[in-house]
């Protein structure tokens, strides 16, 4: 007979698990956002280049750091690159696998500049949709049904995956156009006005990064004269950053936000945050149509959750069944 074996019941030091980054930078072409998420790679990653590993969409323009003067003094070293071009297709599945080879090879930081070629790019997500259109005769008589394609919902739920990841600290640059729309003037004319910058990405993207930074300037160095990269803080989760503040970005405190990560803050509070901004999101979803509802609870049951609150959902299906609701 098996002898029974006791329980043990004891306590240990409670203690915050270090969390890795989740960033996102956008802006303009020349702003800096290259600049400014290779100093935060390298600080992140303990001051090691080789453990900085970037993947790019740019035509190879992150080689033209490599020991050029850096803003936070010295020079940028010898990073890993990755040229990620239109012939492997931008789909997220293939920033999915560069992030794991990174991470195979000993990254500590990961960045994928940029992350708009996943939605509207050759082989993003917005080019699927047009590839399901062209391949299925069902999908040019509705097209809005192309959007349920079984590769293009694979495709779309991996997108939001690009933002973080548990094994190294993730920056994502994101590229923006200025909104233009007409209005009439008060001489009763048409008149463009601007309505500011928009992120060239999914929508639904906003709600996945932990900081997102707009950059302002890009900081340089020419002659020994050090400029800091400035960016004006549009989203934090980190008490360290507060929303519609313009910061200076230098080493100290790009290290103060390594420090913060490492010693300040609790993953699964960020999660929670997160999550509270999807089911924030999907009450006004409601709101706006209300006859949705009733889809959400067709879609609950099927998949498995039909007696749930939406708040008692996990977070990673909550979100997959928001892509999908909201497409």
């Not at 890993?80 to 794991?100: M, W």
């Not at 097209?143 to 690009?162: H, P």
Request: glycine share 6%; net charge negative; with cysteine.
């Amino acid at each position: 007979m098996a002898t029974k074996t006791n329980p043990t019941f004891s306590f240990e030091d409670a203690t915050r698990t270090a969390c890795k980054a989740s960033i996102m930078i956008e802006g303009l072409p020349g702003r800096g956002k290259t600049g400014l998420a290779l100093m935060m790679g390298y600080i992140l990653s303990d001051e090691d280049w080789s453990k900085v590993f970037h993947v790019d969409t740019e035509n190879s323009s992150a080689r033209l750091f490599v020991d050029i003067d850096a803003s936070m003094g010295g020079k940028f070293g010898k990073f890993k690159v990755a040229d990620f071009t239109e012939e492997i297709g931008f789909k997220p599945s293939n920033y999915l696998a560069y992030r794991q080879a990174a991470v195979n090879a000993g990254a500590k930081a990961v960045i994928f500049d940029s992350i708009s070629h996943a939605w509207n790019y050759k082989g993003g997500v917005l080019d699927l949709v047009s590839q399901a259109k062209a391949s299925n005769s069902r999908y040019a008589k509705d097209s809005y049904a192309a959007w349920g394609d079984e590769t293009v919902v694979k495709e779309k739920n991996e997108l939001l995956e690009l933002i973080r990841t548990s094994k190294a600290h993730m920056i994502t640059t994101v590229r923006v156009k200025e909104k233009m729309e007409y209005e009439i003037g008060p001489d009763g004319k048409n008149k463009l006005v601007s309505l500011g910058e928009q992120q060239i990405q999914q929508a639904d993207l906003k709600y996945e990064p932990d900081l997102v930074l707009q950059m302002q300037k890009a900081g340089s160095n020419r002659n020994g004269v050090i400029t800091h990269p400035v960016a004006l803080c549009t989203k934090s989760r980190y008490a360290i950053f507060a929303e519609g503040e313009t910061y200076e970005f230098t080493p100290e405190l790009i290290k103060q936000l390594k420090a913060y990560l490492e010693e300040g803050v609790d993953p699964e509070e960020l999660l929670q945050k997160q999550k509270d901004e999807y089911l924030d999101a999907l009450k006004q979803y409601f709101t706006e149509k209300p006859a949705a509802k009733e889809i959400w609870n067709i879609m609950k049951k099927d998949a498995g959750f039909g007696e749930m609150t939406a708040q008692e959902i996990p977070l990673a299906e909550l979100k997959k069944l928001y892509v999908k609701i909201t497409a």
